[in-house]
């Protein structure tokens, strides 16, 4: 746990030895530098110039007795929290603006395509983009990514926005998304998940489904957002047709489909 929280506290811009000085004292309390070196693992000929650095940082405070002994306590846990917190405030927000100003002065493209990579980053930017909306989100998703977007999908709901489209293998997913219907062909493409995850017609993200921690593709292309909603509308429409008129429907479909693209597609027991 050490370790980790070291870690964390690296992120926040202290060195290791800093760091772990600081939950030094935390643990201990006012001390000498020999005791925070002793409880901490940082060497003697490292640990005046450790604690002078988080002094002058002012997350040290340091009392110095007639003898000149130095006694060194840290900031309270809910102060040095709270400092930090507000350090990253200041600097998101200032980071924020001038990145802003920085890409509004830039030269645009006509139409812009970036790529993601990554499970992590992939669901970040759904996140982002979920609490973007300010009319409606359309998604074509599969079970293990859909159960990790429901808060925010739930959130948007409740903050007014329309969420529409379908999911694969959810059983019973909110209202304004089907469930797409179950066959040999769709058992067949397990494997081959993907995502699409439209925002008021505006920003589109699609690609690999995020926990095959591969690649996706962001645009505001007008072109692939409206091909890519289209495709969740009219996969909708025929789960729609087919739970009305019955299984004999998509047992004429789906050899259709092989006959169009001209090419196998259906599983051998079809």
């Known amino acids: 746990m050490d370790r980790d929280l070291s870690e964390i506290l690296q992120r926040f811009g202290f060195t290791q030895y800093e760091s772990k000085a600081y939950q030094a004292l935390v643990r201990s309390g006012s001390s000498h530098a020999s005791s925070v070196s002793k409880v901490s693992g940082i060497p003697r000929a490292r640990i005046y110039d450790t604690l002078e650095s988080l002094v002058e940082q002012g997350i040290v405070m340091i009392e110095e007795n007639a003898e000149g002994l130095k006694t060194y306590t840290g900031l309270p846990v809910s102060v040095f929290l709270e400092k930090m917190r507000n350090s990253w405030l200041t600097d998101f927000s200032l980071a924020e603006k001038e990145l ?28 982002i983009l979920i609490r973007r909306a300010q009319n409606q989100v359309i998604l074509s998703i599969w079970d293990t990514m859909y159960n990790e977007l429901l808060p925010d999908l739930q959130q948007a709901i409740q903050n007014g926005r329309r969420v529409r489209g379908i999911t694969f293998e959810v059983f019973q997913p909110l209202e304004g998304l089907y469930s797409h219907r179950h066959n040999e062909y769709m058992s067949s493409l397990r494997s081959e998940n993907w995502f699409i995850l439209s925002v008021d017609s505006r920003e589109l993200l699609y690609g690999h489904s995020a926990e095959r921690d591969s690649n996706a593709f962001f645009t505001d292309d007008t072109v692939h957002i409206y091909l890519l909603e289209d495709y969740v509308w009219h996969d909708v429409l025929v789960n ?30 079809f």
């Open 100 to 127: 802003k100003a920085i890409e509004n002065q830039g030269e645009k493209q006509d139409t812009y395509i970036s790529t993601l990579r990554g499970r992590d980053n992939i669901l970040a930017f759904c996140r």
């Open 240 to 269: 729609r047709l087919i739970k009305e008129q019955g299984k004999q429907l998509d047992n004429w479909i789906l050899p259709e489909m092989e006959a169009f693209f001209d090419r196998k597609v259906l599983p051998s027991s």
